[in-house]
């Protein structure tokens, strides 16, 4: 790092970095300190409820997660960034959501994996700080590493934390992605505080399906749709599967019904886009690929992580869901038949599952 900075030569930076963030695609800038003692106390204790589920991940790495500076040595500050991704030409979200014979896939999941990109942009940033001050110790991540990346969001100007837990901007909603920059430059701090504007409103506590926000700003991951249909690599719990509806990867309830998205602004990211008709595919369709389609079609997409037996587990789900509103559909109990015999053991309790969704007959098998 170079010591030999001024103050006003780093709030010189601090304000050049933000007009260099804009011209990577980043929307906005901020800049943190590395204190997060009071989000430590919160997320301890939602791992203490074991909140966390199977992602054994989100504890394993202690404190690392909540002290930057142990996860990266000599970290001071933190620069958070914000890439909005919400798909402006994908089909409308909740025509697709309300139409049971349609899957419905989490609005960031439509086009290119964001990690690939906003990675490259950051060290593309990271690059060009380095350049103009001489030396640079940093290190960059967006969703790869033990990051508490929405309470350093939060620090950092960009947003409030919402009830439903994500980041809320006032002129741009929560419809973005977050990347981060630890570097041991003394920068000073964004400390103008943002104003929670959630108020008394609660409505996406009422609308999860699950029922996941437990309480406001906590959300149990293992009655969230986006942990079961992604995280989760097992069975998914039959208490869960009728409100999973048609999502077959994701779930945006809490983010559609959000008042602040009104301000939202769709991408220019190109890579952010629709690809081959996510946004308005069938469910038949999807279920009818092949697992070489699967892995063709999706390839450089964040679907493709949760592998092609999850895959098939969801959107059997969502066929059987189909299934109890028209039982009389012979086109799905064909396509239910034909993956019925499959090997994974977990898969084929799902097809049974959504098979008996047609005479409501189904009880659990232990």
């Known amino acids: 790092m170079s010591t030999s900075l001024s103050k006003q030569e780093l709030e010189n930076l601090v304000a050049q970095i933000k007009i260099w963030a804009n011209e990577q695609g980043f929307q906005q800038a901020g800049i943190s300190n590395i204190d997060l003692n009071l ?34 040595s000599g970290t001071l500050s933190v620069i958070s960034l914000r890439m909005d991704y919400f798909p402006g030409f994908a089909a409308h979200a909740m025509s697709q959501l309300q139409n ?26 990271a690059n060009k700080i380095a350049q103009n001050i001489g030396e640079l110790n940093y290190r960059v991540f967006t969703d790869s590493a033990p990051v508490l990346e929405k ?10 934390q919402g009830k439903h837990s994500n ?25 103008q505080a943002i104003k929670n504007h959630c108020g008394r409103c609660d409505a996406c506590i009422q609308v999860c399906p699950t029922n996941a926000i437990v309480a406001p700003y906590v959300v149990d991951a293992r009655r969230c749709i986006s ?59 999807l279920f009818s690929w092949t697992e070489a389609e699967f892995l063709s079609r999706l390839e450089g997409n964040p679907i493709r992580r949760i592998g092609y037996i999850s895959w098939l587990r969801n959107i059997s789900i969502a066929l059987g869901n189909e299934l109890r509103k028209n039982p009389n559909n012979q086109a799905i109990m064909k396509a239910l ?4 015999h499959h090997e994974n053991p977990i898969l084929q309790e799902h097809i049974q599952w959504a098979m008996a969704q047609a005479s409501s007959t189904y009880t659990q098998t232990t």
């Not at 809320?168 to 570097?183: D, M, P, Q, R, V």
């Open 39 to 72: 989000a430590e106390k919160r997320y301890q204790h939602w791992l203490d409820n074991n909140m966390h589920g199977e992602m054994h991940y989100m504890a394993s790495h202690g404190i690392k997660r909540t002290r930057p500076a142990e996860l990266e």
């Open 100 to 125: 049971s014979s349609k899957a419905y896939i989490s609005r960031y999941a439509l086009g290119r994996d964001y990690h690939k990109l906003i990675r490259k942009r950051l060290q593309k940033l």
């Open 151 to 160: 309470a350093l969001a939060e620090k950092a100007g960009l947003g409030w």
């Open 167 to 191: 980041i809320i901007n006032a002129k741009a909603g929560s419809w973005f992605f977050l990347g981060e920059i630890y570097t041991d430059l003394p920068l000073p701090s964004d400390t």
């Open 227 to 285: 942990y079961l249909t992604i995280e989760l690599q097992g069975t998914i719990p039959v208490e869960f599967r009728k409100a999973i509806g048609n999502r077959i990867y994701g779930c945006d309830d809490c983010q559609l019904i959000c008042p602040w998205n009104k301000f939202s602004v769709p991408t220019k990211e190109k890579d952010y886009e629709a690809r081959h008709s996510l946004d308005k595919s069938n469910l038949l369709e």
């Open 337 to 340: 038949r034909n993956h019925k």
